[in-house]
């Protein structure tokens, strides 16, 4: 079956209010927006408001990069998913490495990241939340590159969308996005090659296979590839018959280079 690509660019913890609305301009120009691919941009929290409006005349959707689980109440710092459906929030990334606290560059001690970094349940939690509030969760596995050497990329796989996914039906996941992202390959300039990111995203949908039962659902998952993601390799891979698009870091933070890869897909 044809599934619609889907680009998502995340911005991560980048751009001011000036800067975040002149890349939307700019991208906004440039772009061609057609009906066959969608496309997400993911600001930082900050930036959210003043994106809807500027994106309320194109077709372009509205993402997060994280969300806290519960409606409301005594959670200092965190933002609920009732609160990103008040903004006009459609997506939402949930299970980031980064958010994991597996960070490929930043050089942080173990236990410093552990009070930060999320966990099976808590992504399980997240997704549960987003749901109820019609929210599509963007969910990110993904291997580092000590797993890797190891041979443990399935392994870490499995255990992430088993860890995810494991409290949900079939009925639920019609739908869903998946998004593979190697942690040595983000912002690192080293992508995977694509006959690898290929394999990985098919043993992905594979596993939807096995673990539902339900002949259908593996067809209507979106499974994206991320990790140094430009407007060189994008076509190649998105041309993959299990890689149904990509979600972007750095090369969404250029108007030309986004407007570029969404003409990719
Ligand atoms: P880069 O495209 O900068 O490698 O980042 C990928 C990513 O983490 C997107 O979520």
């Known amino acids: 079956m044809q599934r619609t690509k889907l680009v998502a660019g995340n911005w991560k913890m980048n751009l001011l209010q ?15 927006l057609r009906q066959d691919v969608d496309v997400v941009v993911c600001p930082p929290y900050t930036l959210l408001g003043r994106l809807r409006e500027e994106l309320r005349r194109s077709h372009i959707h509205l ?6 689980w519960a409606e409301e109440g005594a959670f ?3 933002v609920s998913p009732k609160m990103l459906a008040d903004l006009g929030v459609s997506h ?9 606290g597996r960070f490929g560059k930043l050089e942080t001690a173990e236990n410093t990241l552990g009070f930060f970094a999320e966990t099976e349940e808590t992504i399980a ?19 580092t590159l000590a797993e890797r050497q190891a041979g443990q990329t399935e392994a870490i796989i499995a255990k992430q969308l088993e860890g995810a996914l ?19 390959a983000i912002g690192t300039g080293e992508t995977c090659a694509t006959e690898e990111a290929e394999r990985i995203c098919e043993f992905i949908r594979d596993w939807f296979r096995t673990k539902f039962g339900d002949p259908d659902l593996p067809d209507h998952i979106r499974i994206l590839y991320g990790g140094s993601v430009k407007s060189v390799n994008a076509k ?14 750095g090369a969404s933070l250029d108007a030309n280079e986004f407007a570029k890869i969404v003409a990719s897909a």
């Open 18 to 32: 000036s800067t975040g609305s002149a890349l939307v301009e700019a991208f906004l120009q440039k772009v061609e």
């Open 63 to 68: 993402g997060a990069q994280d969300v806290f």
């Open 76 to 78: 200092t710092g965190r």
């Open 92 to 100: 939402c990334i949930v299970g980031h490495s980064e958010t994991r």
């Open 125 to 143: 939690l997240k997704i549960r939340a987003l749901f109820f509030h019609s929210i599509e969760p963007i969910l990110c596995v993904g291997e």
């Open 166 to 184: 494991s409290g949900f039906d079939a009925a639920e996941l019609f739908f869903f996005v998946v998004a593979y992202e190697p942690v040595w």
């Open 236 to 249: 190649e891979l998105f041309s993959q018959p299990n890689i149904d698009g990509g979600l972007v870091g």
